[in-house]
């Protein structure tokens, strides 16, 4: 017996087709239905998808507010999904950036569901960004692709499923002599010279920063 398939587009997963033997017609008596009277074939799907960042990084000033990372579904020869699939996008904490308010605000994990039917598209997760006044210098935030819920077994994890946002700091300061020049008379036993930390808007330093001061 033979069967005709379909060559479709549809991220479906393996499928079955179940035959059976019956109405045997003997007229002798003589012949009956064996083992195996019962046969499975099974047709294997070669659709397949994957899901992953956008990108691997990307950079984005603290004082933009927020920030969004897109997460892409890839789906071969421009098919769709049968069923839905749902991947989570979790701050991994190793960044340099500190979580809960202080550079910024993550809700971890954030699901994302591409609903079935759903062809080639990208979802995107977002990032609240807190604008201080902290010289800190630049910070990262480490996102990651986990548990992928697939029912077809057809749609992986693919490369970049990490993501680092580098969060840019947009505070600075500087140092310098408070004038350029000041006089003295020799009969004083001793002269000052000011060296001055000027901050950008009024912010502070996060670590500390040193300069010598050199007689040339």
Do not use: M, W
Not at 139 to 155: H, I, P, R
């Amino acid at each position: 017996v033979s069967l005709t398939l379909v060559e479709d587009t549809r991220v479906e997963g393996n499928e079955t087709v179940n035959l059976d033997l019956t109405h045997l017609v003997d007229s002798s008596g003589q012949v009956s239905i064996g083992s195996p009277n019962d046969h499975t074939i099974t047709i294997t799907d070669n659709d397949t998808a994957t899901v992953a960042f956008g990108a691997a990084g990307s950079r984005v000033s603290e004082g933009a507010a927020s920030h969004t990372v897109d997460v892409s579904l890839i789906v071969s020869g421009g098919g769709t999904l049968v069923s839905a699939v749902s991947v989570d996008v979790d701050d991994l904490l190793t960044g340099s950036a500190t979580s809960g308010g202080t550079d910024y605000t993550f809700t971890s994990p954030t699901t994302l569901t591409f609903a079935a039917g759903s062809g080639t598209t990208t979802q995107s997760v977002s990032l609240t960004l807190v604008e201080d006044t902290r010289v800190e210098g630049n910070e990262t935030v480490n996102l990651d692709l986990t548990n992928l819920v697939d029912s077809t077994g057809q749609v992986s994890l693919a490369s970049p499923d990490d993501h680092t946002v580098t969060i840019t700091d947009n505070d600075t300061a500087t140092v310098a002599f408070s004038s350029a020049t000041s006089s003295v008379s020799e009969g004083t036993s001793s002269h000052t010279v000011d060296v001055s930390l000027t901050v950008s808007g009024g912010g502070t330093l996060v670590s500390a920063v040193s300069v010598d001061v050199d007689d040339l």
